[in-house]
């Protein structure tokens, strides 16, 4: 029944985040982009999961390669839309041999890399990926985000799936204040269909990176700018903000 991080989730992922509103990212990424002066035509999606906002970035006109740690995601995003790269690899360690004009990296991800450097490692490899004057954009939630995740530390809820069959879920959350981190267990129960009374769980552990700790680790990533903002008015964040967007740029050639 426990099963590992984004892997039985898959079958049941785009159900769940059906009212995440992926085509308000990709306007509000590109609005930046825009604003700045930029016209990307090449863009790499980074922990892509089905290819929700890679599937935006590609009905704007841009050629989009997108990468995820599970199999089991770049399946279903494969399915989907067979006409995009998908490339399976780690946010930390990945090597595609080419750069883009723009990556983009959503929906926390960057949170799921928990342990002792590994959002620099991570970083390190978005700026070598990137073309000179190229832009990052990537959104976490804050040390107050992961704490106070949801209200009520659970959601829960019924949702369809193709074929008739529905998922029931319910996914709690607590906060381990020793170890600094989140834990979601996500627990999802098959009704009707031929997997009906199928039942899964998986914990997922995030760790908050507050705007300190973005700015430090981008500079040591190699990025010489770069501007820590609130979605959806990129006014700067507060204290209190729990989620922040980062839009950062390598420098020119």
């Known amino acids: 029944m426990q099963h590992a991080p984004f892997t039985a989730l898959a079958r049941v992922y785009d159900a769940i985040m059906a ?96 342990a002792e450097g590994d959002l620099l490692r991570a970083l390190r490899r978005m700026h070598a990926h990137l073309s000179p004057g ?4 990537f959104d976490v939630n804050t040390r107050l985000g992961v704490r106070e995740l949801w209200e009520g530390d659970s959601i829960e809820g019924l949702e369809d799936l193709p074929g008739g069959a529905q998922v029931h879920y319910h996914w709690s959350h607590r906060y381990d204040a020793e170890q600094d981190l989140g834990a979601v267990q996500a627990f999802c129960r098959i009704i009707g269909g031929e997997d009906a009374g199928d039942e899964f769980v998986e914990t997922h552990f995030e760790r908050g990176y507050d705007p300190a700790d973005l700015a430090a680790a981008l500079e040591a990533a190699g990025f010489e700018r770069w501007e820590i903002v609130e979605y959806p008015d990129y006014a700067p964040p507060e204290a209190s903000t729990p989620r922040v967007w980062v839009f950062a740029r390598r420098a020119p050639a």
């Open 134 to 137: 190229g832009l990052l954009a």
């Open 19 to 114: 009212d995440i509103e992926y085509d308000a990212w990709a306007e509000f990424i590109l609005s930046y982009a825009a604003d700045a002066q930029l016209s990307p035509r090449s863009a790499l999606d980074l922990a892509c999961g089905t290819g929700n906002l890679t599937r935006h970035l590609r009905a704007q006109g841009l050629h989009v390669t997108g990468l995820d740690a599970s199999a089991e995601m770049l399946r279903v995003a494969a399915e989907r839309s067979a006409e995009i790269e998908w490339v399976q690899g780690d946010l930390r360690t990945f090597e595609l041999g080419r750069t883009f004009e723009l990556i983009t990296c959503v929906f926390d991800s960057l949170n799921n890399l928990t």
